[in-house]
């Protein structure tokens, strides 16, 4: 059996990935509308019938946009901690009760075969969090939408198959572009999005604890593109005497396609 990721759109405009584990085809984040998503699972090889759940890290609207919507088309379950229902519960349209699940943050649980570790993250929302995600055939990190990278992500990365790390904005292009005072400081705060330079600080201590690809993720529209943050997380691991192609799979996600499929088989 195998088992299948990718992203379906990554940036400020939506967010949502997807996980097959070969049972279940379990969504994280649903930030499109639910139309883009089902297209998109199509353009993936995937079904959206058989959409087995939605997992939500946090609930800003590039994160929650379809999520009701999937929920009352195909009768889905929707995952998110305590504040981040309160907090998106009018957003999302009436949810069914036995589709309310409500995890503890501080407990890892399960949805299926799929073990789920949550972890949180420093973002300007209720109770923001990253997963990692485990079977017994992978294991698969998610840090968005983090003003910086908490040390228990480092630890709850280790020995990953694949992490997928925000490389939001470049400092530069920021400070001198358009976004008012208020939003460039939001950006550039603990509570705001990871930089194209922090990330690539964050991968060289990735590939010492073993993780083996690295998916570079919520890169905005306005401060960034995808030459530049390759080439700066590039650049820093050759500081660090690293190569893409000898020490780890790198990519990047884009908000207009799905991004590369990435496939685990069991045993």
Same mark, same amino acid.
């Given at each position: 059996?195998?088992?299948?990721?990718?992203?379906?759109?990554?940036?400020?405009? &939506?967010?949502?990935?997807?996980?097959?584990?070969?049972?279940?085809?379990?969504?994280?984040?649903?930030?499109?509308?639910?139309?883009?998503?089902?297209?998109?699972?199509?353009?993936?090889?995937?079904?959206?019938?058989?959409?087995?759940?939605?997992?939500?890290?946090?609930?800003?609207?590039?994160?929650?946009? &379809?999520?009701?919507?999937?929920?009352?088309?195909?009768?889905?379950?929707?995952?998110?901690?305590?504040?981040?229902?309160?907090?998106?519960?009018?957003?999302?349209?009436?949810?069914?009760?036995?589709?309310?699940?409500?995890?503890?943050?501080?407990?890892?649980?399960?949805? &299926?075969?799929?073990?789920?570790?949550?972890?949180?993250?420093?973002?300007?929302?209720?109770?923001?969090?990253?997963?990692?995600?485990?079977?017994?055939?992978?294991?698969?990190?998610?840090?968005?939408?983090?003003?910086?990278?908490?040390?228990?992500?480092?630890?709850?990365?280790?020995?990953?198959?694949?992490?997928?790390?925000?490389?939001?904005?470049?400092?530069?292009?920021?400070?001198?572009?358009?976004?008012?005072?208020?939003?460039?400081?939001?950006?550039?705060?603990?509570?705001?999005?990871?930089?194209?330079?922090?990330?690539?600080?964050?991968?060289?201590?990735?590939?010492?604890?073993?993780?083996?690809?690295?998916?570079?993720?919520?890169?905005?529209?306005?401060?960034?593109?995808?030459?530049?943050?390759?080439?700066?997380?590039?650049?820093?691991?050759?500081?660090?005497?690293?190569?893409?192609?000898?020490?780890?799979?790198?990519?990047?996600?884009?908000?207009?396609?799905?991004?590369?499929?990435?496939?685990?088989?069991?045993?």
């Amino acid at each position: 059996m195998t088992a299948t990721f990718c992203t379906l759109a990554s940036g400020s405009s &939506g967010n949502c990935h997807v996980l097959s584990d070969g049972n279940q085809q379990l969504l994280i984040d649903a930030g499109l509308s639910g139309k883009q998503i089902q297209n998109r699972l199509l353009d993936a090889g995937m079904t959206p019938e058989k959409l087995s759940g939605i997992l939500v890290s946090h609930e800003h609207s590039d994160h929650i946009k &379809g999520a009701g919507i999937l929920s009352r088309r195909f009768q889905l379950p929707i995952f998110a901690n305590e504040k981040t229902w309160m907090a998106m519960d009018e957003k999302i349209g009436p949810v069914k009760p036995e589709h309310r699940r409500v995890f503890d943050s501080q407990k890892p649980f399960t949805i &299926g075969d799929i073990s789920v570790t949550p972890y949180s993250l420093s973002h300007d929302a209720a109770d923001p969090m990253g997963f990692a995600l485990e079977s017994h055939s992978f294991k698969i990190c998610l840090a968005t939408d983090m003003g910086h990278v908490p040390d228990s992500l480092y630890k709850v990365a280790e020995n990953a198959d694949l992490l997928v790390m925000e490389s939001n904005h470049d400092v530069d292009m920021l400070q001198v572009g358009s976004y008012p005072y208020y939003l460039k400081r939001r950006v550039l705060s603990d509570h705001g999005h990871l930089s194209n330079e922090s990330a690539g600080f964050a991968v060289v201590e990735m590939i010492r604890r073993n993780v083996k690809a690295i998916l570079l993720a919520h890169l905005s529209k306005e401060n960034n593109f995808p030459e530049l943050a390759y080439s700066t997380v590039t650049g820093i691991m050759a500081e660090n005497g690293m190569k893409p192609t000898n020490d780890i799979r790198l990519n990047l996600s884009t908000r207009e396609a799905i991004s590369c499929l990435y496939a685990y088989k069991s045993g």
